[in-house]
């Protein structure tokens, strides 16, 4: 997963796969935030917390702050894929509002205020751990304080926290998507039709195959959004209908589903930036020559 978004910024980067300002902005910006999530949550939480216990990343304040990160690039992933989302449904859809929405300055606009939102939504992520334990007054690792479950702030707090990530975004993406689908189908069927009235027989029309494209990719988009977060929604939903949040071991059902979930949610933070890149031809041309130089450049080594 790092590698994959590290490859998407440097191809990106380049500017040489055809792709618009506007867009290329968007992409960079998903790619950013999804390596973001993999750094924090997974370089700097997951690993360190199994293989080197007891390092100054398990801190208190550290480990504190290191999960309002997690938390915040998580918000700003998901939530650049519903503007790069809405974005593409300006485009294909409302072509009097593309001229002015569609631009690399509002891009940046709408990249910069969901970044900002999403570091200041998740500031009280910091203050509901405590240590478990301290140690020549040095507080150390990070559990949850026992008013996150009995509080009704930090109650409704959660609900808008999962309302806000996956769920809203979800049925954002899907009702968007739905309504530029329908868009393409119904211009398509314009199109075939003036086609037949004209005589006009093109079994290759370039104007239709890339609509045909367009609401495969969409599709992709919604089926890889809605499976990778499933499972999170429905540990979520279990957990606050039954009250149930105590894990007996490693074996435990629960624990599978909890681990499962983080799993599927943290792979999320790769597939979206790669889906939408790979999908494009000249992308996939710049890496193959990013492939190809380090191959070239030892020949041309060993050969001097």
Not at 127 to 138: K, Q, R
Request: include cysteine; charged fraction near 15%.
């Amino acid at each position: 997963m790092f590698w994959i978004n590290l490859v998407t910024i440097l191809i990106l980067t380049r500017g040489r796969c055809g792709l618009s300002k506007c867009i290329t902005r968007y992409l960079m910006s998903m790619a950013v935030t999804d390596l973001l999530v993999i750094i924090t949550a997974v370089i700097l939480n997951r690993i360190p917390g199994i293989y080197f216990p007891g390092s100054f990343l398990s801190i208190t304040p550290i480990c504190s702050v290191s999960i309002a990160l997690i938390y915040a690039a998580r918000f700003s992933s998901v939530w650049l894929t519903v503007t790069f989302t809405f974005d593409r449904f300006v485009a294909i859809c409302c072509q009097k509002l593309k001229t002015k929405y569609c631009t690399e300055k509002t891009a940046a606009v709408v990249i910069g205020s969901v970044c900002a939102l999403g570091s200041v939504v998740n500031i009280p992520w910091y203050f509901i751990h405590e240590p478990i334990y301290t140690m020549d007054n040095v507080p150390w690792y990070c559990q949850l304080k026992n008013i996150r479950y009995t509080s009704p702030a930090w109650t409704a707090f959660d609900w808008i926290d999962h309302l806000l990530t996956p769920c809203l975004p979800f049925l954002m993406i899907v009702l968007l998507n739905a309504l530029t689908v329908r868009y393409i189908l119904v211009t398509s069927r314009a199109r075939r039709r003036f086609c037949f009235q004209s005589n006009e027989e093109n079994h290759n029309d370039p104007e239709m195959e890339s609509r045909r494209k367009s609401i495969i990719l969409l599709f992709t988009i919604s089926g890889s959004f809605i499976l990778l977060w499933l499972t999170y929604v429905i540990q979520f939903l279990y957990e606050r209908f039954t009250n149930d949040y105590k894990v007996q071991g490693f074996s435990d059902p629960k624990f599978i589903l909890i681990e499962s979930a983080n799993m599927l949610q943290l792979l999320s933070c790769c597939t979206n930036t790669f889906i939408y890149a790979v999908t494009q031809t000249k992308f996939r041309d710049q890496l193959m020559t990013l492939l190809k130089y380090p191959v070239h450049s030892i020949y041309k080594f060993v050969k001097s």
